[in-house]
């Protein structure tokens, strides 16, 4: 199997994501809410599908800001389920502004969702899923782990050999700085 390492670079679409974004610690709430919004609608999708979309779910989801996501009514469900820029599926849809309301509550439990995130690292994979999965909706393995990759939570967004690598390593990712236990089972 070939690693997104070894494909992204020099993609006019990947490229950009792989070297700049991709495994870098992220703490900024429209960030991480935007993160883990594009991971729930690329569930059965290519992540190109995803980047290549990504500026229409910028608009359309108001920039990932948590408050004005957390406020979608009906009319937006059905503007949304309408907008052919977007994957117009309900579900993932309606788990959006499920999540954003989840973060919105975790803003008065832990301070915001970065610091609930780092209230719970170091955990497995495993455990990662669990606690995603009964707090979040729209939650599979592959969600959480490529979430939990794409902000530094978890390892493998890039191979060792990949010069994005030691850019990670120096931006001092979780997993790098208190690894615990990050395989697949305790």
Sequence with gaps: MTSYCETAPGHQVHAPYHDSEYGFPVDDES????????????????????????????LAFENFKVDRVAAFD????????????????RRKIEATIHNAKVVQELRHSHGGFGQWIEAHHPMSRMEWCK??????????????????MSIGYLPGAHT????????????GPAWMRNPGRTGDAD
Aim: one cysteine or more.
């Design 160 to 171: 060792v050999q990949c010069p994005i690598y030691r850019r990670i390593a120096e931006s």
């Design 31 to 58: 960030v991480l809410f935007e993160r883990l919004t594009l991971e729930i609608f690329q569930a059965g999708l290519s992540w190109l599908i995803i980047l290549k979309k990504r500026p229409a779910f910028a």
């Design 131 to 148: 606690l995603f999965r009964s707090t979040f909706a729209f939650m599979g393995k592959e969600v959480v782990g490529e979430f939990l």
């Design 74 to 89: 009906a009319t937006d469900i059905e503007r949304l389920l309408n907008d052919p820029l977007i994957i117009r599926n």
